[in-house]
């Protein structure tokens, strides 16, 4: 195989360098930030987000408040340091896709359709990191 040719060739399955790991890095860093400040907002406007949660008839939801911004938080900031991030990523992502489909579906808005498409990113950003794992710049190494 000549050099060209070896350079081309894709990488050993698994394999991982600097700079996947710091790209790796940077996302997780972006999308814990989305989630760390969405959970801080969220406790400064309890009645009002309560009051919205219920506005869609989800019973309970006092306690669907409280474990949004338990997840939003802890989520967070178990991707941010990397600390069990595919466990953190894949509740998020779920959390994101339930959170598209319950809030955001009323497709006749053209602000719904986007923060719905915008929530469908997020969650492929999330699998992609329970998928691959939060690189070796975390808690995890990998």
Same mark, same amino acid.
């Given at each position: ?11 050993? /399955? ?7 790991? =710091?790209? @790796? #890095?940077?996302?997780?860093? $972006? !999308?814990? *930030? +989305? ?44 991707? /941010? ?7 953190? =990523?894949? @509740? #998020?992502?779920?959390?994101? $896709? !339930?959170? *598209? +489909? ?41």
């Amino acid at each position: 195989m000549t050099a060209l040719a070896q350079d081309q060739a894709a990488p050993v /399955a698994g394999a991982s360098n600097a700079t996947q790991d =710091a790209f @790796a #890095l940077v996302a997780r860093l $972006l !999308l814990a *930030a +989305l989630f760390l400040l969405a959970g801080v907002n969220k406790l400064t406007a309890m009645d009002g987000t309560v009051g919205y949660i219920a506005s869609f008839g989800l019973p309970l939801p006092e306690v669907v408040y409280f474990g949004t911004v338990a997840l939003e938080i802890a989520g967070g900031l178990m991707l /941010a340091a990397g600390f069990k991030s595919r466990y953190a =990523a894949g @509740a #998020l992502a779920v959390f994101t $896709l !339930l959170t *598209a +489909l319950i809030f955001h579906n009323d497709f006749s808005q053209q602000i719904e359709m986007t923060l719905f498409l915008k929530n469908l990113a997020i969650a492929g950003g999330m699998f992609a990191i329970a998928a691959f794992g939060p690189g070796r710049f975390s808690l995890d190494r990998g």
